[in-house]
């Protein structure tokens, strides 16, 4: 059961990104663009403070050694 949702899982990511080009490419309106999506989400303080944290465990995690 556990590995059919992990498959699940794993397929879902590629087709939800294959949606959103698609969505993308016909209505380009649709979907905010990524200097937009920065702008709104680096206007707040701890998202900031959060995105920091994020990549920086991300690199002491997987990137040192």
Do not use: C, D, N, Q
């Not at 949702?5 to 879902?12: A, C, K, P, R, T």
């Not at 080009?21 to 403070?49: D, I, Q, T």
């Amino acid at each position: 059961m556990i590995y059919v949702l992990v498959v699940v899982g794993y397929v879902l990511v590629p087709v939800a990104g294959l949606a959103l080009v698609v969505v993308s490419r016909v209505k380009p309106a649709a979907l905010a663009g990524l200097g937009e999506l920065l702008g709104h989400v680096f206007a707040v303080r701890a998202a900031r403070v959060t995105l920091l944290l994020f990549v920086w465990w991300l690199g002491w995690h997987f990137l040192v050694g």
